[in-house]
């Protein structure tokens, strides 16, 4: 039985993260921009150390990244190669509005999204487009604070109607909030966010984290008056979370971690504050301001599908135990010791992704789409300028496998699959080119070397064939 006829392969971007050519059609800037390359990057994406602007001390990765402002029909033209039938980017907010509160949109920024478009329908490739992929202008930083400000629901509203609008041709498929939860976990690259001396941390985190929910639900609104075909999904960084050991303060720790990461998806795919956020938030008085309408939106206009992203598992200890911490998408987890580790120390875990899947769709009974999955590595040209990232091909197949055991053996309604950085681009947790996820290797290096000539991984030509195959020739 396996996938469905009409399943969407393909790959996934983020216009911070591989577009590069920040100074041109009148883009503005954006907070992708100044997170800076280095030790200090942490500090910056977490909104605790301000940097509004680009020094000359800091290397930042997103002012050329893989520069596919100019390189856009190379790859798409490598994207049909390989088969695409989907692929998911974003679009720049700062092309489109350059300081965030425009009343008219830059031309310029328009016109250069509609030629992607329009090479992608030369292929046949569907765009999937992220409105907000950890992405906010920084005109908005300077005036509201980012998503602080309930102001900025009123911009983002303008941004989506602009895009519903201009692409009604191109696009039918939107996500509102790339990794909605990753507000709690990296605020400043999340939403904008820098924390000010005696602010109440969690208290600001859940207020903006309101202003997206708010925003996210008129979006959803906007798509379906303005083309009744449009489908808006949500999206949100997944992974199951697994008790440390069957100690019951471990699974009690574990299943806290779990309903802080659905909290978002409940939200918006349910349409209202689950129970346990509002017990948990008032106890902690950082309940969120609303206004009076706000609780009606979020209830009138859920999410069309349900997209998230699947690097690995997590596994949660009691407080009272200490164990050896594991690195993984800047959330806190504990070493598993069932599991192996990426360069880059992140859990891999295949099966987990099936369970992922089956926790997912039994939470909420609506369609689901992978749209990040990948393995981040170290790829070495040999002396032939081979790339043999057998590695990569490994880590994909038993992931698929998983997936594809999801809906043949599970009853999972799965839409599509998209491997995450079908080209090599930035890391949005380390800002390293060197961590490399594509299926197209781009010649640039963390010093900024490089040639940004595109050639093809091993795994290029292997992917080729799942798709062809619908994921049944995984050798």
Known sequence: MGFPENFLWGGATAASQCE??????????????????????????????????????????????????????EDIRLFGEMGFKVYRLSISWTRIFPNGDETEPERRGLLFYKEIFEECRKYGIMPLVTICHFDCPMGLVRAHGGWKSRKMIGHYLRFCRTLFEYYREYVTYWITFNEIN???????????????????????????????????????????????????????????????????????????????????????????????????????????????????????????????SYY?????????????????????????????????????????????????????????????????????????????DDYRINYLREHIRAMKAGVEEDGVDLMGYTSWGCLDLVSASSGEMKKRYGFIYVDKQDDGSGTLARRKKKSFGWYQKVIASNGEDLE
């Open 20 to 73: 590069g050519g920040i100074w041109e059609g009148g883009r503005g800037l954006a907070n992708g921009d100044v997170c800076p390359a280095g030790p200090d990057r942490s500090a910056v994406i977490t909104g605790h150390k301000k940097m509004f602007e680009m020094d000359g001390e800091h290397t930042y990765p997103a002012v050329e990244a893989a520069d596919m402002y100019h390189h856009f029909k």
């Open 182 to 308: 990753m507000i709690l976990h990296a605020p400043f690259l999340g939403a904008g966010i820098v924390f000010e001396e005696g602010e109440d941390e969690d208290k600001v985190r859940y207020q903006a984290a309101h202003h997206e929910l708010v925003a996210s639900a008129y979006a959803v609104k906007l798509a379906h008056e303005i083309n009744p075909d449009n489908k808006a999904g949500c999206m949100f960084a997944a992974g199951s979370t697994y008790p440390y050991t069957c100690r019951p303060e471990d699974v009690w720790e574990a299943l806290k971690t779990g309903q802080d990461n659905y909290f978002f998806v409940d939200v918006q795919a349910r349409g209202y504050y689950p129970s346990y956020a509002r017990k948990r938030l008032q106890a902690q008085g950082i309940w969120p301001e609303m206004e009076p309408e706000d609780e009606a939106a979020l209830r009138q206009y859920p999410a069309d599908f349900i997209s998230f």
């Open 312 to 388: 690995n598992s997590r596994c949660i200890a009691a407080p009272d135990s200490i164990q050896e911490e594991a690195e993984g998408n800047l959330f806190r987890s504990v070493k598993n010791p069932y599991l192996e580790y990426s360069d880059w120390g992140w859990p891999i875990d295949p099966l987990g992704l099936r369970i992922t899947l089956n926790e997912i769709y039994d939470r909420y009974q609506k369609p689901l789409f992978v749209v990040e999955n990948g393995l981040g590595a170290l790829d070495e040209p040999d002396e032939q300028g081979v790339i043999a």
